[in-house]
């Protein structure tokens, strides 16, 4: 099993413990986690998270590699608008990278080209202080 189908499991599992690290300003008590599989063609986000309490999708998508086809920056544009399409809610979408790189893309929190700009947010779990992770 690869270390991102094994964070899909944790993040399913335990979605209020995710979303409690990545929104603390949200009271994250009720939680629903939302089918992974988005409209149009069938294209699967690692883990939707909908913050029922905040009336908003917690998109978490949880990376190996740096390198993927699309990019990284592309697909979180084409997964924001796939979730508003769908369930008419404010997105807030989070990379999380699981292996240490030094690849730009880790460090790339923003989709542009010549008429969109979209903005998302990138955690590199190398750089996270681990005692919390442990003590949960």
Do not use: G
Not at 11 to 37: G, I, R
């Amino acid at each position: 099993m690869s270390f991102d189908n094994v964070c899909k499991y944790l993040a399913e599992s335990y979605p209020v413990a995710f979303a409690n690290w990545l929104v603390p300003e949200v009271d994250a008590e009720e939680v629903q986690v939302l089918k992974t599989e988005l409209s149009l063609e069938p294209i699967r986000a690692d883990s939707l998270t909908f913050l029922r309490t905040s009336n908003q999708i917690l998109h978490l998508e949880f990376q190996t590699s740096a390198i993927s086809e699309p990019s990284i920056p592309f697909r979180m544009l084409d997964y924001a608008m796939r979730l508003k399409r769908q369930y008419h809610l404010p997105v807030r979408q989070i990379v999380i990278f699981l292996q240490p790189t030094t690849n730009p893309v880790v460090f790339t929190e923003e989709y542009r080209d010549e008429t969109s700009s979209h903005r998302y947010q990138v955690i590199r779990m190398w750089e996270q202080n681990s005692e919390p992770f442990l003590a949960n």
